[in-house]
């Protein structure tokens, strides 16, 4: 069974703090995906990763992907409040013309002032 | 540029009736995608199109869904026979190449009564 399960779910933090969320799949995959949703709107593209290793960062925010141990994570340095939403990872399964794209369940994130 | 865009932006139906949700891609791009989340969850792949044809529509609930792209640009989803369990906003993606980075659009918020 194709599953993507993150952790936490909720997480409330103070400004200043870093912070990991977490991002487990269970099936080979060499494309991972991380999204920002604000309350309302839709989904705004963070990071795209697409190897073994893969490293990315845009601001506070850096993405990694071990496809071996089948999981990524979204590092959050020295949180601020503008940093606050819901982030969603997604994880592609390419199989034979059975391609899907399943996201995780989400981790709200609050960072306190 | 123009990002993608869906319309109409909410749609109220009764149970039983017919529907079409309409997707703008960014020009140029050839993958597009439908997705529908409900509230608290991450979005649920519907299906994907690569240029005109429906590159997987494993995703789509039953056979009341269906979704054409007839000149590779512009796709409308239809549902028939609406049922109160279609409600969920309904979201639509592009990406520059299959599967690359998608841009999400603001999506439909359906509400069957």
């Known amino acids: 069974e194709l599953k993507v399960e993150q952790n936490p779910l909720f997480l409330s933090m103070q400004e200043g703090k870093n912070y990991t969320i977490y991002c487990n799949y269970s099936t080979t995959s060499d494309r991972l995906y991380w999204y920002r949703q604000d309350p309302g709107k839709s989904l705004e593209s963070l990071f795209v990763l697409l190897s073994n290793g893969a490293v990315k960062q845009e601001g506070r925010l850096m993405a990694s992907l071990d496809t071996k141990a089948r999981l990524s994570t979204l590092h959050i340095t020295a949180a601020v409040h503008d940093l606050s939403a819901t982030y969603f990872c997604a994880v592609g399964f390419f199989m034979n013309r059975d391609d899907k794209i399943i996201f995780g369940k989400g981790t709200r994130l609050h960072i306190l002032p | 540029g123009a990002g993608v865009s869906q319309t109409p932006s909410n749609k109220v139906t009764e149970k039983g009736k017919y529907v079409e949700l309409r997707c703008d891609p960014i020009?140029?791009?050839?993958?597009l995608y439908w997705y529908r989340q409900s509230l608290g969850q991450g979005p649920e792949f519907l299906i994907y199109?690569?240029?005109?044809?429906?590159?997987?529509d494993s995703g789509l609930p039953n056979d009341r869904f269906f979704a054409v792209r007839p000149e590779g640009s512009v796709s409308t989803l239809k549902i028939q026979r609406t049922e109160r369990g279609d409600s969920a906003v309904y979201l639509c993606?592009?990406?520059?190449?299959?599967?690359?980075?998608?841009?999400f659009g603001p999506g439909t918020r359906l509400t069957v009564t």
């Open positions: 020009s140029g791009h050839t993958a």
């Open positions: 199109f690569q240029g005109t044809g429906a590159a997987d």
């Open positions: 993606a592009s990406s520059l190449t299959g599967w690359g980075e998608q841009y």
